[in-house]
């Protein structure tokens, strides 16, 4: 049967259909639904549509829930919040709305759109920003600029995770930079050993080679242990020549290696130690007077060393085990570097015997308190170098 016969048997059905009882339209329904071979829904709403079209395939009203969010008004602020946050995820971008929509002024939000914005669920924050995802990419302070044609020469290494021996270094540097990568300014070089948990750390002016080259030769003079490799990510500060001349041009070679682009984990080590040693203690202010680097210096070499070094434990990742959808991590009892190097074979007992004897004459609360002074005096000095340049 052709669709103009089944429209034909509609039109001269419906009128019957409208005027009959409830049986009597089981019984209608019954019998079109035979003939013309419909569904049964399907027949009802042709039947209750009040002009059915000879194009069947608009002759039924689109299905679903009406669209709630549909003011062009909630998708702009969305936008804006998204792009202004640094693309933060859904349920991110949720708790963010009640807390930057008060200061929001680049239109007039009516009540309705307040409210809707307020209720809105990351799910549907998700349905409406996945056009805009592509066309948008994260900023950041980063100040690691890739390595040149250096980074052939160096192998990448990632399973230093499982080094019990000491000597194996990661290294990384902190800008000082503020909210601003230009102009010059102080960065801390920050080295861990991965058996140990050892730290030490050296503040240069910039990123230039010799700078930094200088600071992890004062590093490795201080190390109880000597370098046996010596790992980085991909910055031009770490992969040029002058550094890797000095790790591979010596009678003992260090192994000298990197980390993947764009893999931060493969250097979780001093990562975390970039924020549980100089984050936490000297924050996000810039540092842009070059006489910090001697403050900074004096205390990294000092108090700095022995606080964490002798009297900061820390817990060691043993085993990671995935049970169905959860991970499971084992860690080991907290210790100190201090106490890793004491239970180490591979330590000569001269050197455990000189760490016992300088640990016997430390006192940590007269390290945290003139760390806290050194630290404030740093602080201060930044303080006011940021008042004259907004003074003038």
């Excluded at 049967?1 to 019984?27: H, V």
Aim: glycine share 4%; charged share 25%; with cysteine.
């Amino acid at each position: 049967m052709s669709n103009d016969s089944k429209l034909e048997i509609l039109l001269s059905t419906k009128p019957r259909y409208r005027k009959a009882s409830k049986k009597g339209k089981k019984i209608i329904l019954d019998e079109f639904c035979t003939l013309c071979q419909y569904n049964r829904k399907y027949a009802i709403r042709l039947f209750n549509k009040a002009n059915p079209s000879k194009k069947y395939s608009h002759v039924y009203s689109q299905r679903g829930r009406k669209k709630k969010y549909n003011n062009p008004m909630i998708h702009s602020i969305l936008k804006d919040l998204w792009v202004a946050t640094n693309l933060p995820c859904s349920r991110r971008l949720k708790a963010i709305i009640p807390l930057w929509l008060p200061h929001y002024r680049k239109q007039l939000i009516t009540q309705e759109v307040y409210d809707q914005l307020f209720s809105i669920s990351p799910a549907t924050i998700d349905r409406m920003m996945a056009p805009a995802r592509s066309k948008f990419n994260k900023k950041g302070f980063t100040t690691t600029k890739p390595g040149s044609i250096i980074k052939k020469q160096i192998p990448i290494k990632t399973n230093q995770w499982d080094e019990i021996k000491p000597g194996f270094i990661e290294a990384d540097t902190v800008a000082h930079c503020g909210s601003s990568t230009l102009g010059p300014f102080v960065l801390t070089v920050n080295c861990v050993d991965i058996s140990t948990t050892w730290t030490v750390q050296r503040a240069v002016w910039g990123k230039g080679e010799r700078g930094v080259l200088n600071a992890i030769s004062q590093i490795e003079k201080t190390l109880p242990f000597p370098i046996l490799g010596f790992d980085c990510d991909n910055g031009s500060e770490f992969l040029n020549w002058p550094i890797y001349k000095y790790f591979t041009h010596r009678k003992r070679s260090v192994q000298f290696t990197r980390s993947r682009a764009y893999m931060k984990n493969d250097n979780a080590h001093i990562e975390n130690k970039n924020w549980t040693h100089i984050r936490q203690y000297l924050g996000y202010q810039r540092f842009d007077q070059p006489q910090i680097i001697d403050k900074l210096n004096d205390l990294y070499a000092n108090e700095w060393n022995l606080y964490f070094n002798f009297f900061i434990p820390s817990a060691k990742l043993i085993d990671k085990i995935r049970v169905k959808s959860k991970t499971i991590k084992k860690l080991d009892k907290p210790k100190t570097p201090f106490q890793r190097i004491i239970e180490s074979p591979y330590i000569p007992v001269e050197t455990k015997n000189q760490l016992r004897k300088q640990f016997r004459q430390l006192d940590p609360f007269e390290l945290q308190k003139i760390m806290s002074q050194k630290i404030r005096d740093i602080l201060n000095l930044v303080h006011q170098s940021t008042v004259i340049h907004l003074s003038t």
